[in-house]
């Protein structure tokens, strides 16, 4: 082990169109050793892989290996450097042998360059049993199981010569042995002198593998040093380490009784026993971090997905939901966090998209009547202050901002009892954002329910009368409007114990 890094980041800074994503940061990896990189949702983690990958090219700073610069103008680019990366997700090839896609893009080639398969065969059988994985590599990859995918791309990351290997949420897909046998050959990969950067949200795991941490916040390192002098305390500290800096609008909450109550809901792989309970005129807030299930509970509650148990009751009746149609007509909408692919539709003007699920109040004996569509678009997006040249402008050529405005407005048109909304200020300016969180409290204020999906704990803060925190597909706690603070925030996603002395 040396006391010089193997890779280094200076000055790296990534901005994309209304966000700086990174700004002027720097990392350090060595040799045998492990850097825990932690942040909180949206701090900028993700894109600093992409740039150590070579899918982002950055807009400042310099990347050095062993002290002399390089330029990753490519993934394969970053390959040949000797960085690999295992990804939270992996994505691989079904119909394809596991050997394949250990190999895909480099495989062994005969003098006459045809594939070596005896080659091929005979080195992914030694990167599996390297890593512990009992896996016969002529299986097609479509016959195992989750946890044996994840090992596969493990083996994919270790194929090429790495001398920095980037683990991005690994254990995400993993059973506790699993867990363990992934520990294990972190251990195995530190000896052999490779550099790691490993990713994560538990703390545990964390302090389990780590010799030095890297923390980002806002897009900005904002502390680093080694795992050895310091605690869970000081990194939640430098993950949240901010006030409240965004304004958001005084409210008096008058909360009345349950609008929807929630009990038992369970799916088969992404979330086991939800329960909760929202009231009338009630911002209900819901927060974890990467992967804990939140956006896929709001998808049951709309239909779009299916629990496979559990009961849901409006108004004390109970109710089953298994369309999102079925969901409008009990006054139930979603305002959904990838508002480009699930909000709106892209090639249709303002006023269609806004009145879409509003047809039978536009239409008259099955012919839509566009004067009424007008005018019930015009309705509700003068109520959202939406900025657009005219009604007629196709909403793809909108701000981020101003289509989220359009996916608002044509909910409201439905006139519901209940708008869940899943990350609503996501990629959207200052000034968008407080027009949303203005109009949310105007919605309250008249009686409506919201749930509020968001990564963001000022908003959360500022805007929840309750927080529903979950956790690995379960809630895990529930906070009053006076006891939600960014410390307990996190220590509920992350897992944290509270020191007592």
Known sequence: MTDLPVLTLSGITKTFPGVKALSDVSLSLFPGQVTALVGENGAGKSTLVKVLTGIYQPDMG??????????????????????????????????????ENIFIGHAPCTRRGLIDWKTLNSKARDLLARI????????????????NKHLVAIARALSVDARVVVMDEPTAALSHKEIQELYDLVDRLKAEGKAILFISHKFDEVFRLADRFTVFRDG??????????????????????????????????????????????????????????????????????????RSEVMQALFGVTKPTRGVMRIGGKIVIIRTPA????????????????????????????V?????????RKGFIRLAKEFALAREYTTRMDLRAASLNQDVANLSGGNQQKVVIAKWLATQPKVIIMDEPTKGI???????????????????????????????????????????????????ARKDITAEALIRAAAGIEEVTS
């Open 326 to 353: 079925e969901a409008i007509q009990h006054g139930i909408v979603y305002v959904p966090e990838d508002r480009g692919a699930q909000g709106a539709v892209a090639g249709l003007p303002i006023f269609q998209n």
């Open 355 to 363: 009145t879409l699920p509003s047809l039978v109040r536009t239409s």
């Open 132 to 147: 512990g994985a009992d896996i016969d590599p002529n299986t097609p990859l479509k016959e195992l199981g989750i946890a």
């Open 429 to 479: 300016d200052v000034g968008s954002k407080a027009a949303v969180h203005s109009f949310m409290a105007e919605l309250v204020a008249q009686g409506l329910s919201i749930i509020m999906v968001s990564s963001e704990i000022p908003e959360i803060i500022g805007m929840s009368d309750r927080v529903i925190v979950m956790r690995e597909g379960r809630l895990v706690d529930e906070l």
């Open 62 to 99: 310099k990347i050095l290996i062993d002290g002399a610069p390089v330029i990753f103008a490519s993934a394969i680019a970053a390959s040949e450097h000797g960085i690999t990366a295992i990804h939270q997700e992996t994505v691989l090839f079904d119909e394809l042998s596991v050997a």
């Open 220 to 293: 900005k390192m904002v502390g680093e040093g080694k795992i050895e002098d310091t605690n869970s305390d000081a990194l939640v500290q430098l993950m949240v380490g901010r006030e409240v800096s965004q304004i958001f609008p005084n409210r008096t909450s008058v909360i009345g009784d349950p609008v929807l109550t929630v009990a038992g809901y369970d799916h088969p792989t992404e979330f086991a026993d939800i329960g909760f309970t929202l009231n009338k005129g009630e911002i209900l807030g819901f927060y974890g971090l990467v992967g804990s299930g």
